[in-house]
């Protein structure tokens, strides 16, 4: 049976994968993409044919989580086609077991960080989940992909700003202080610059060009509705 990362089981117990199961729906046993062995040949026609490679993006976001993560990532990755790029998804290749739960979410870190160097730019999806902010997850890759100077966009399902959801969360009660700063009742000041998320987010997106999609879902339809992430998808199309 699992046993927790640090605890003491014997060398049966210790060889079951302990996560494989919770990651089965969105890392397949068989992975969709083409194997190496397939794809350098195929690359190497289409460039001496004068063919020009899609841009690869990295879709970021916190689908992964969903009960049916497989198909909605799969309806991204065909809207990504359809617009002429070429998808990289999480969950686009199997990864294999490991001993502890620990070591087992390094190989995902490791995997998906693969993906990011792999891509030509991401678009992250910064709906708020879990809380009034985006996955922390999808914001880490968002940041790694900045830091990395590719093509970056981002969108989010819903219209109230990050200062507008800050606000909420402290029950719209918010005091100035004597510096004409908005703070909560624990004293902690709000941002407040008329971005959907923090300004590292919002910032680092438009200060490099890249697109930005707001677009207001319906509550149902929160992490499902692609509206935004196809305004993305054309946005990035357009450039050419």
Excluded at 55 to 62: F, H, S, T, V
Excluded at 99 to 126: Q, W
Excluded at 186 to 204: A, Q, T, Y
Aim: aromatic fraction near 8%; charge should be negative.
């Amino acid at each position: 049976m699992p046993v927790p990362p640090g605890g003491n089981a014997s060398p049966e117990a210790r060889s079951e994968p302990p996560t494989q199961d919770v990651y089965r729906n969105v890392y397949p046993a068989k992975p969709p993409c083409l194997s190496p062995g397939r794809i350098v040949p195929l690359a190497h026609h289409l460039i001496t044919q004068g063919f020009k490679m899609p841009l690869k993006l990295y879709l970021a976001g916190p689908e992964v989580f969903l009960p049916d993560a497989r198909k909605v990532l799969d309806e991204k990755a065909a809207m990504t086609r359809a617009y002429g790029f070429e998808p990289i998804c999480p969950g686009d290749i199997e990864i294999e077991p490991a001993p502890t739960r620990h070591e087992f979410g390094l190989k995902i870190s490791a995997v998906d960080e693969g993906f990011m160097n792999a891509a030509d730019g991401v678009i992250a999806n910064l709906t708020p989940f879990r809380g009034i902010a985006a996955d922390p997850g999808t914001v880490f890759e968002l940041g790694y992909m900045c830091a990395s100077g590719k093509l970056v966009a981002a969108y989010t399902n819903v219209t109230d700003s990050h200062f507008a959801r800050t606000k909420a969360w402290y029950g719209g009660e918010l005091t100035i202080d004597e510096h004409g700063r908005k703070r909560g009742a624990d004293g902690h000041s709000l941002e407040d610059f008329e971005m959907i998320e923090n300004l590292m987010l919002h910032g680092g997106v438009t200060r490099r060009g890249g697109p930005i999609a707001i677009h207001a879902a319906s509550p149902d339809r929160l992490y499902h509705d692609l509206t935004a992430f196809e305004q993305c998808l054309k946005a990035l199309a357009e450039r050419g």
